[in-house]
């Protein structure tokens, strides 16, 4: 199941610079709005339906968290940054951005103030070529022709002429270069969704942890003291599974793995909740299979503070979590940091997030990639 949405969007200019306002308004998208994950060429078409200047037109694939109405908000903001003017009588007319969402998904959506797929866009053809261009296996989900045989089929016969080639904002960042990221935190600080965003953003494979399938952990919250040691043995079992059969499938010298947890969380919670015998037990056969395990290129660690952490919990609303005390978590952030402080031989990245809504600011997650692209490549004896 992806966490985010895909959208596919059409930009027009015909006013002025047409290729900077292009360019201005790519931006404006993805710093603002939604994560811009390709851009189409740019094609110079003749103005349709009005006498107007010719336009050029491209195609951006979209990656967000909001909603379809959402979306469209921030659009209009978008156009209103690129000096949009709309006329009166709602004819066409010349303007510096137009930008309308073309897909959302595989949805089909006909509300009063929107429509999707985009009524107009199979004949259209400035916006059949740079969609191919962006989604070349798109299919129309209401006409359910894929989108070279709309273009086949499309009564158009203007001219559509391809001018250049722009470069999608995300190639500024470069997560994969690590290969293989894990993204760690405490309990709420949002490490599954940092890992699925990046993944789905970077064409990624995600490796998630499967906490909901342990049957200790409901009863652990209940009587601690009772389950600690058979949750921890638990987790550290299906970690290794996990890690030995998803890793893998993959080469992590090739392909790029973003995973939402690493093992030694295993160690962090069990010295919280463990006795110092179960603990001195646990940590023997921890160590004997973490040195089997692939180190990942980069360890990110998500610090959150306890008071924003408790209000993600509460928000999530897992009723396992409700009773999650303060002193539980502020337990186990110190213990991650004191373990962190001691590992030798991992590359590792500690990125305070308290102040930061990556899931739902664009502005946020963008300073979190750069945060993540600019950490130094592991030395060879890391990656051994």
Not at 84 to 110: H, K, P, Q
Not at 202 to 215: H, I, Q, S, T
Not at 315 to 331: C, F, H, M, N, T
Request: aromatic share 12%; hydrophobic share 35%; glycine share 6%.
């Amino acid at each position: 199941m992806k966490f985010q949405n895909s959208a596919i969007l059409s930009l027009g200019s015909n006013m002025g610079d047409r290729l900077q306002n292009l360019q201005q308004g790519i931006d404006y998208i993805h710093n603002h709005v939604a994560t811009v994950v390709n851009v189409s060429g740019i094609y110079e078409t003749p103005a349709l339906g009005f006498e107007g200047d010719a336009f050029y037109n491209c195609a951006l694939l979209v990656h967000t968290t909001k909603d379809p109405d959402a979306l469209l908000h921030g659009l209009f903001a978008a156009e209103a940054e690129g000096g949009r003017l709309r006329s009166a009588t709602g004819e066409y007319i010349s303007r510096t951005i137009d930008i309308d969402i073309i897909a959302f998904n595989d949805e089909v959506i006909n509300s009063e103030h929107l429509h999707i797929p985009h009524p107009r866009m199979q004949g259209r053809n400035f916006v059949l070529y740079p969609v191919r261009d962006v989604v070349p296996n798109w299919i129309h989900p209401v006409l359910n022709k894929n989108i070279n045989q709309l273009i086949a089929v499309s009564e158009d016969t203007s001219d559509c002429k391809w001018v250049m080639k722009l470069n999608a904002p995300l190639s500024g960042y470069s997560p994969e270069r690590f290969n293989y990221i894990a993204i760690e935190g405490n309990i709420g600080a949002g490490k599954t969704s940092l890992a699925s965003k990046i993944s789905e953003d970077f064409n990624g494979k995600l490796v998630p942890e499967r906490f909901a399938d342990n049957p200790f952990l409901p009863l652990f919250y209940e009587d601690q003291s009772r389950y600690a040691f058979s949750l921890e043995m638990s987790f550290l079992a299906d970690r290794y599974q996990q890690i030995t059969d998803d890793l893998a499938q993959f080469n992590l010298f090739s392909d790029f793995v973003v995973a939402d947890y690493h093992i030694f969380k295993s160690l962090i919670f069990s010295k919280v909740t463990l006795s110092e015998d179960e603990y001195r037990l646990y940590r023997r056969l921890f160590d004997i299979m973490y040195k089997e395990l692939p180190k990942p290129g980069l360890y990110v660690y998500l610090y959150q503070s306890t008071p924003r952490l408790l209000e993600h919990i509460k928000k999530r609303g897992r009723s396992y979590e409700q009773d999650i005390s303060a002193d539980y978590l502020e337990s186990i952030n110190r213990g991650y940091l004191d373990y962190i402080k001691s590992l030798q031989g991992l590359n590792v990245k500690v990125i305070d997030v308290t102040d930061r809504d990556f899931v739902n600011k664009q502005e946020d997650y963008l300073w979190l990639l750069g945060e993540i692209s600019s950490s130094p490549q592991p030395s060879p004896k890391e990656r051994e």
